[in-house]
């Protein structure tokens, strides 16, 4: 598959925890996206990385890209009940094309 | 903050019957773009428009479907002689510009659910 995978497909943590979750990919791409999606909601952008970055902050997000070894994580430090919800990572993929390429996700319960 | 909104939220429709969703993008946006979720599964891309006309399309996209922006300010889908596996959820999103040296942030709306009986 030339999509990658996200892992873990899910992920149970405390409030207060932090939470990583990773992001892989098979061809070289442009930039890479991190999106949140509450159950049967909207897409939420959350970070953008381009590919010659190799670490980005917001807030309480910390992403990283790791090119060589294509993948990316996200962590969230200092979890709250709120940040329960699906995280995505969407490739841009450096193909010429403006389609976003989505993982299957990681489904982020965070218990209070 | 600007934002991507779509109507319907929900829509049941009979198979075999027409519908269109119906999205207003981000206003300074160039691009725009229709992906679909189908229940339990990733989201895929279906199709992009820039300047009046498809840019992009999926396999995905096939005659069914089509796109228009019959104003200003509406980015619309249409989805002819609606099948059982059209049930979806469907995202609008849009950006500013594409490229690929700058950042292509592209925004989704809350997406119209297709239910297709």
């Known amino acids: 598959s030339q999509q990658g995978e996200e892992d873990p497909q899910a992920l149970s943590i405390q409030e207060g925890e932090n939470a990583t979750m990773n992001c892989s990919y098979k061809t070289s791409i442009n930039n890479l996206q991190w999106y949140r999606q509450n159950s049967g909601r909207g897409l939420v952008h959350l970070i953008l990385i381009r590919s010659n970055e190799r670490e980005k902050h917001s807030g309480r997000l910390r992403v990283t890209l790791d090119t060589s070894k294509k993948s990316s994580s996200l962590l969230i430090t200092a979890s709250r009940a709120a940040d329960t919800a699906s995280y995505f990572c969407?490739?841009?993929?450096?193909?010429?094309?403006?389609?976003?390429?989505f993982g299957s996700g990681t489904r982020l319960q965070v218990q209070p | 903050e600007p934002e991507v909104t779509q109507t319907p939220s929900h829509q049941v429709t009979q198979m075999g019957q027409e519908v269109i969703l119906r999205c207003v993008p981000i206003?300074?946006?160039?691009?725009f773009y229709w992906y679909r979720q189908i229940l339990g599964q990733k989201v895929e891309f279906l199709v992009s428009?820039?300047?009046?006309?498809?840019?992009?399309k999926s396999e995905i996209f096939d005659d069914q479907f089509s796109v228009e922006r019959p104003d200003g300010s509406n980015f619309t889908l249409k989805i002819r002689s609606t099948k059982l596996e059209d049930s979806a959820m469907y995202f609008c999103?849009?950006?500013?510009?594409?490229?690929?040296?700058?950042?292509?942030?592209?925004?989704f709306g809350e997406g119209s659910w297709l239910t297709v009986v």
């Open positions: 428009f820039y300047n009046n006309e498809i840019s992009e």
């Open positions: 969407a490739r841009d993929m450096d193909t010429g094309r403006r389609a976003l390429t």
């Open positions: 999103a849009s950006s500013e510009t594409w490229s690929q040296v700058l950042e292509n942030t592209i925004y």
């Open positions: 206003s300074n946006h160039l691009y």
